[in-house]
């Protein structure tokens, strides 16, 4: 059974110092056909336009951290973005919006990079498809483990696209540019998924699974470690057992003390400081989708 898709939201500037995101929905807003398609409606946002007037990641708290139910149902909540998420869910309902998508960019070495938070067949064919069309893609899924704060987990189908490195507060046309290309396949994927044109395949996937959050190391909660340079920039490289993980800043190496191998992403992302992650761990599988 094809599950159809009518009505798309694409979000950017959910962090006000992403640029690609922000300027690509701008892009949007200006030139609709771009994002036009025989079978969607597509509808461009601005998440939060106090933060990118700022130019800041957010104003009061973080916005990709309020969609929880529990917080959008709390009256208690009132600062800025906590509203702001209100608002967003509602017009998210009254828009009956069935897919979404919310675009990001990282200081990490990530490359092109779309997030998961359900690896259903419906999600994991759209990474496939996308996966074939651009080998340098990389798929991770990223468990809500049952809090459901993020923008993307608004819809019962979506996901984040992240790009980088990149610098907060700039943009590099290279990513700009391939981002751009990717939120059209997107686009398409769901235009011929809704008119049963994509044909009966299967694909080769390979994603990545988070399972923990590192921390840096911290004495009298100050960090004390730095990331150690031979990791640095090795987001989705494998890290072995006995690796070095962080140096002090005396240049003592502090190794990866986990007993298989793992890959690290969203290593030392500038934004994670104020959350105490370092680097998120993941595991890296292997499937084949088949499509229907």
Partial sequence: MVKKIEKVALFGGTHGNEMTGIFLIKKFLENPYLIERPTLKVFPFLSNPRAIKLRVRYTEIDLNRCFDSEDIDNLDNILYEELLAKNIHQKLLKNQINFLVDLHSTTSNMGLTIILSDTDDFHLQLSSYLSFLYPDLKVLYYPSNGKNNLLRNNTELGLSIEVGSIAQGILDANLFMRTEKLVYSLLDYLDKNNQNQLGSKNHHLIFYEVFEKLDYPRKNEEIAAMIHPNLQFKDYEPLNPGD????????????????????????????????????CLAKKKEIIVNFP
Avoid at 250 to 271: H, K, L, M, R
């Fill in 244 to 279: 070095p993980l962080f140096m002090t800043f005396n240049n003592q190496a502090i190794t990866y003390q986990g007993d298989s191998t793992v890959y690290p992403i969203f290593i030392n992302e500038a934004a994670y400081y104020e959350k105490g992650i370092a680097m």
